[in-house]
């Protein structure tokens, strides 16, 4: 069942969960906080979320994934809140047969998670000023 | 009619609330809501052109047509990750 | 600088190694034991390695996906001698501004490992039979 | 002229050890090599078509020329990962 958590996410527990002798490939991905991002710094972000709606579309999405890739097991773990420089702020962990359909997987969600489920990033620049992320729309 | 509309992240932080009241009609749609939301919000009327309605947790199309019972929310273009 | 061990692999360490604030992504791949290949099972697999030629080998695979996907950082593990069932016999990390660069580093990187690098792995399997894993040569 | 070769996996199984001493003229290649390991090792013959050598811990070319204080190895097909 997909996470949406306030907690630091644990890397190495993910691993666990999706590690089985069944598997012969785990592919792990991590979303970090960036400092700079085109020439300006960030000193922190902040996750916002529906969460009723973006726990449902994470579900679809996992569901959606072990089907057509065949997966072992798959786990996903969204940050909410304040997220430091250099922490984990989304995880997606996948184990499969083989090494092509756990890449696969892997990067579709992590592709699909950024486009269709809502959860948005405020950045906290270091020249004081923040805004809240839409991709498509300007300042 | 009045439909509960929840507002996250960035329309959140134009309106300065997490959910606004909009009165339509009987039968309103998605398309509707828009408007009548642009309208009555004018700090949300660019905005209002880039986001995206969710009815009952799914993304609704233009013409999706609102029941108040309905769970109305205001998405505007996601970056999570 | 690429390892190979006769230890198990620590992966929440490489992970540590290669997460940085510089980097907005972060790829591991996990190969590890499976316990069906078509339908034969394995009790454990041994890998054998030419040692100088395969360190020299992976820190040129290292060096160059670094520079084709301008890493943030690189690591990768093989394990040597027996593997037990379910464990990881090797592990690629890669760290990258975006996800694009950390998802095809890592695929190629692993792609190309098991392409060049004089490492052999050797089947036990359950019906007591071994043998070393040749492609392209048939029994 | 006698040349040592480092051998792995099947090949060392095969041959019962892990280093192969074999006999060849002087400005000999890889291929030559090749040629005389299948004909002093017959257990060798089938897999021997098979594998690539290495001098110095690159891949060699088949006329690629072999000195007496080359690393020469013998690599069947690798299965590492």
Redesign the interface.
């Known amino acids: 069942m997909p996470r949406l958590t306030f907690e630091p996410i644990d890397s190495a527990c993910l691993l666990t969960e999706v590690q089985s002798a069944r598997a012969g490939a785990v592919v792990l991905f991590l979303g970090t906080t960036r400092e700079y991002t085109d020439g300006r710094r960030t000193v922190s972000l902040e996750y916002d979320c529906y969460r009723d709606m973006a726990q449902q579309k994470l579900e679809q999405l996992q569901a959606e994934a072990c089907q057509k890739w065949s997966l072992v097991h798959c786990a996903i773990v969204h940050r909410l809140g304040d997220v430091d420089l250099g922490e984990v702020s989304v995880a997606v962990a996948v184990s499969a047969g083989h090494r092509e359909a756990a890449f696969a997987a892997g990067k579709w969600l992590i592709d699909t998670i950024k486009e269709v489920v809502p959860i948005w990033k405020k950045e906290n620049w270091h020249d004081g000023t923040s805004e809240w992320v839409h991709p498509g729309i300007s300042e | 009619m009045n439909f509960e509309v929840?507002l996250?992240?960035?329309a959140?932080?134009i309106v300065g609330k997490d959910l606004v009241i909009v009165s339509l009609e009987a039968g309103a749609t998605v398309a509707d809501l828009r408007i009548a939301l642009g309208q009555s919000i004018p700090a949300l009327r660019?905005?209002i052109e880039?986001v995206k309605f969710?009815v009952n947790?799914?993304?609704a199309d233009d013409d999706t047509c609102l029941s108040p019972d309905s769970?109305i929310?205001c998405?505007?273009?996601?970056?999570?990750?």
Do not use: M
């Open positions: 929840k996250f992240a960035g959140r932080e660019e905005t880039h969710a947790h799914d993304y769970e929310a998405i505007p273009p996601v970056s999570g990750g």
